[in-house]
C-alpha cells in the first residue's frame, strides 16, 4: 500500500469529485427549469438504471470476448423475482434474494 | 411503501435497503483490512467518498499504486450516473432552500434514488426534504459503521463472498424495478417493459467492449434515448 498521505489525499480527492457529481445538478436546477424534451428523457433513468444495476450482475465481463454468464446470480434472481410478484414487499424480496444465493454459495457450493 | 413524507415513514421504507448495505459494507470492510488498509482510513473512505462500487476500485488501484489522477478519474467515472439521478431527483426539490438541496444533493446514492422514485408513485409524485435526509442520513450511518465493523471483523473472515449478503443489494434492485414497473402510471407499462429487454440486450453488448466503470452510465443514457425514441413512434 501506498504512504498514508497519498491515500489520504486520493480519498478526498475521489470524494470531492463525487460529492460535486451529487449535488451540482441540484445548485444549477435551483435556478433553471428544464425543458420538456430533457425531462421526458430522464423519465426514462429510473427504469433504465434499477434493470442495468441488475444486469450488470447476471454477466461477468471478458473485454473483448462475449461475456459469462454469473450462474449463481442468474439462478439466485428466479426466486427473487417470483418473491417480487407474490409479496411486493421489498424487505420479502431482499431476504429471499439473500437465502437464495446463501444457499448457492453454502448448501450447493457454487 | 404509504403516501406519509416523514421521519417514520422514510425509517421503515428504508429497512430492505439497510440489509444491503449492511452486507456490502461489512464486506467493503472486509476486503479493506485484507488489502493492508486500517479500520480508520477505511471509515473515513466510506464517509468521504461515500460510493460503493468506487471504494472497491480506489482499494484495488491502491494496491496496485496507480497515479493518484487516475484513481480519482476512475472514481468520478463510475460515479458519474450521480449526475443523472440528481438531475432526475432535483426539480422535487426545487422549492426547498439551496442549503437544503446541498445536504440532500451531497448524499444521494442508487439507492436512496431508487426508492425515492418508487415513493412517488404513492405520494401524487411528491418528495420532501424530510423523508429524503431521514433516508440518506440511515443510508450513510449504516454503511460507516458497517465498513467499520468489517475492517475489524477482516481479521477473522478472509472470504465474506459465500454468505449470499452481496446479493441483497441486487435483490433490491429486482424489487424496486417491479415495483416501479407495476406502480408507475406516468410511463406505459410496455413501453418500460421495452426498455428493461433493450436493458437487458445493450448490457450483453456493451459489457464485451466498455470497461466496467463507464458501463452502468453508458447503457443507461442509452435506454433513456431508446425510450423516448419508442415512445414517440409507437406510444
Given at each position: 500500500m501506498p504512504s498514508s498521505n497519498f491515500i489520504l489525499l486520493t480519498i478526498l480527492g475521489s470524494g470531492l469529485v463525487t460529492w460535486l457529481s451529487r449535488i451540482m445538478p441540484f445548485v444549477i436546477l435551483k435556478k433553471f427549469r428544464l425543458s420538456a424534451k430533457v425531462v421526458e428523457f430522464l423519465s426514462f433513468v429510473p427504469v433504465s438504471i434499477m434493470s442495468v444495476l441488475w444486469f450488470e450482475n447476471l454477466f461477468i465481463q471478458h473485454l473483448g470476448h462475449l461475456p459469462s454468464l454469473n450462474m449463481p446470480n442468474l439462478l439466485a434472481s428466479l426466486p427473487t423475482v417470483l418473491s417480487a410478484v407474490i409479496s411486493k414487499n421489498l424487505l420479502v424480496i431482499v431476504v429471499v434474494g439473500v437465502i437464495s444465493l446463501g444457499f448457492l454459495r453454502l448448501v450447493v457450493g457454487m | 411503501m404509504d403516501s406519509e413524507l416523514t421521519v417514520s415513514s422514510a425509517s421503515k421504507e428504508i429497512l430492505p435497503t439497510v440489509f444491503g448495505y449492511i452486507g456490502i459494507g461489512l464486506a467493503y470492510g472486509i476486503v479493506g483490512k485484507a488489502s493492508g488498509l486500517n479500520p480508520l482510513i477505511i471509515t473515513l473512505m466510506s464517509l468521504i467518498t461515500y460510493g460503493g462500487a468506487s471504494q472497491f476500485i480506489i482499494i484495488s488501484m491502491l494496491a496496485a499504486h496507480s497515479p493518484m489522477i487516475s484513481i480519482i478519474l476512475s472514481a468520478f467515472l463510475v460515479n458519474s450516473r450521480m449526475i443523472l439521478m440528481s438531475t432526475t431527483l432535483a426539480p422535487y426539490f426545487q422549492k426547498e432552500s439551496l442549503l437544503k438541496n446541498i445536504i440532500l444533493g451531497g448524499l444521494v446514492t442508487d439507492e436512496s434514488f431508487a426508492l425515492s422514485m418508487n415513493k412517488v408513485n404513492y405520494t401524487e409524485r411528491k418528495l420532501n426534504f424530510t423523508w429524503f435526509n431521514t433516508v440518506n442520513f440511515i443510508a450513510y450511518v449504516v454503511w460507516a459503521m458497517a465498513s467499520l465493523v468489517g475492517a475489524l471483523l477482516g481479521n477473522f473472515i478472509?472470504?465474506?463472498?459465500?454468505?449470499?449478503?452481496?446479493f441483497a443489494l441486487v435483490a433490491m434492485f429486482i424489487g424496486l424495478l417491479y415495483l416501479q414497473l407495476v406502480s408507475d402510471?406516468?410511463?406505459?407499462f410496455n413501453l418500460q417493459l421495452l426498455v428493461v429487454g433493450f436493458v437487458l440486450a445493450a448490457t450483453f453488448i456493451s459489457i464485451i467492449f466498455i470497461p466496467a466503470n463507464l458501463l452502468t452510465l453508458v447503457i443507461t443514457l442509452l435506454a433513456c434515448e431508446f425510450g423516448v425514441v419508442i415512445k414517440h413512434a409507437f406510444f
Open positions: - | 478472509s472470504n465474506p463472498d459465500k454468505f449470499g449478503l452481496n402510471k406516468s410511463i406505459k
